[in-house]
């Protein structure tokens, strides 16, 4: 089992920033796909954004343009950096590998954005 530990949720209001860590055992940014995932009230779970090691990308269209995803293997942290957000980015945010690795979910960080 890896453990992957989700922090820097919180309250902000609509049009503000916010930015998400989490800790990544150093190894899955050799061998793994990064991604970051939320859970809105009522919703499935989410992919909102991937990172290869080689530093690419990839974003759900919702967040394009608003998101950022970035890691720093030296410090085995992912980040998500999110501007302008709006309420309906309202979720549990989660990291996690891509594709998953199930037994890794963490409790996740909540990002509450109000209006």
């Known amino acids: 089992q890896v453990q992957l530990v989700e922090s820097g949720g919180g309250l902000v209001q609509a049009g503000g920033s916010m930015r998400l860590s989490c800790a990544v055992p150093g190894i899955l940014f050799n061998i793994a796909v990064l991604g970051w995932y939320r859970q809105a009230p009522g919703k499935p779970r989410e992919l909102v954004a991937t990172?290869?090691?080689?530093?690419?990308?990839t974003y759900v269209d919702a967040v394009k343009g608003r998101f950022t995803i970035s890691g720093d293997n030296r410090q085995n942290t992912l980040y998500l950096e999110m501007d302008n957000l709006k309420p309906e980015d309202t979720a549990v945010y989660y990291c996690?590998?891509?594709?998953?690795?199930?037994?890794?979910w963490g409790q996740g960080t909540q990002v509450t954005v109000s209006s």
């Open positions: 990172y290869s090691k080689s530093g690419t990308t």
């Open positions: 996690n590998t891509n594709p998953a690795i199930e037994k890794s």
